[in-house]
């Protein structure tokens, strides 16, 4: 059973566009299972080079009408798939794809939160305070190789409230995308543990998405999980988007590091499937049944690949979802 930490196949459905990795149809076979399936609000994004040194200004940010349009219409795509959105642990079961609703990006959320406890009704279990660019809530890392994620301000007092009122109703906060700063905000006031669901060791590779050692020990401190991305240039240390060039193998090198500075509860597998370029000889959901027979061939043995492919969500899922009235 595999359980991943985000995929962006809503997103793509609702654009029109077969998916690129999550194909469903393949789910069985592959032993996957669902996990975070996340909505957000489409970016204006320039044709910029992404051959490194790299340093890409953020989109504009969006507006809340916007946001609720977009995710909205992306909430019925997924519910138009072979999915079952699920609202509890006690939900999530082998055998079939379990939807976790996941926000990336705060945006759809009014300011005052007067519309969270709604969108909890409607199933949002997971949220993303940004996507990589500023909001009501907090600011975003820019995309630069190679840089800090210590590049812009904290969270606002809105979204500090909004951990706040996110703990208490059982949403998961999830620290991806956020600055070093807005990271550290979520640490101070949350009272469950930190999670970025596809985050990967900046000592591997310098890019501001990625999270410092420092950061790392956080998130075990605190109980957390980190879901290590599968995004080509988020792997390699060289942070070049070379796909072809690029084996599954980095993505072993990326969970072993945080296996052994954390320890093996607090990693997990975070793909950004359907989102980015992942390595080419991992082809989708179809290839994780490879990627778990590297891991073994790693030095894995069966009890800590259960953690890694659905056990430490389930753990970490259980400790946030708990907090629920």
Request: aromatic fraction near 6%.
């Amino acid at each position: 059973m595999i359980l991943d930490g985000h995929n962006d196949v809503a997103l793509r459905v609702w654009l029109g566009q077969e998916p690129k990795h999550v194909r469903l149809a393949e789910a069985a076979e592959s032993g996957f299972a669902g996990g975070f399936f996340a909505l957000s609000t489409l970016a204006d994004m320039p044709d910029l080079p992404r051959e490194p040194p790299y340093a890409h200004p953020l989109p504009a940010p969006a507006t809340h009408a916007k946001a609720c349009a977009d995710v909205e219409a992306q909430l019925a795509a997924l519910q138009s798939l072979p999915v079952t959105i699920v609202r509890g642990v006690d939900e999530i079961r082998p055998g079939r794809v379990n939807a976790i609703v996941h926000f990336e990006g705060a945006e759809a959320v009014a300011p005052d939160l007067s519309d969270l406890e709604d969108w909890y009704a409607r199933g949002l279990r997971s949220l993303g305070i940004v996507w990589s660019r500023p909001n009501d809530f907090g600011e975003g890392v820019p995309f630069r190789f190679p840089s800090s994620p210590d590049v812009g301000g904290g969270l606002t007092e809105a979204g500090r409230e909004l951990v706040r009122v996110c703990n208490r109703l059982g949403i998961m906060v999830d620290v991806s995308h956020l600055t070093e700063a807005g990271f550290w905000d979520v640490a101070e006031e949350t009272e469950v543990p930190l999670v970025a669901t596809h985050s990967n060791p900046h000592a591997l590779c310098p890019v501001t998405r990625n999270l410092t050692d420092r950061q790392l020990d956080a998130v075990g401190e605190s109980g957390g999980v980190v879901g290590v991305n599968f995004a080509v240039s988020f792997l390699r240390a060289d942070g070049a988007n070379d796909v072809a060039g690029t084996s599954f193998t980095e993505i072993v090198r990326h969970v072993d590091y945080v296996a052994s500075r954390l320890g093996i509860e607090h990693v997990a597998l975070g793909s950004d499937f359907d989102g980015a370029d992942v390595p080419g000889d991992l082809d989708g959901i179809a290839g994780l049944p490879l990627l778990v027979e590297a891991l073994r061939a790693a030095g894995h043995d069966e009890e800590s690949l259960a953690l890694i492919t659905h056990r430490n969500w389930l753990r970490v899922l259980g400790e946030t979802w708990r907090t629920s009235r």
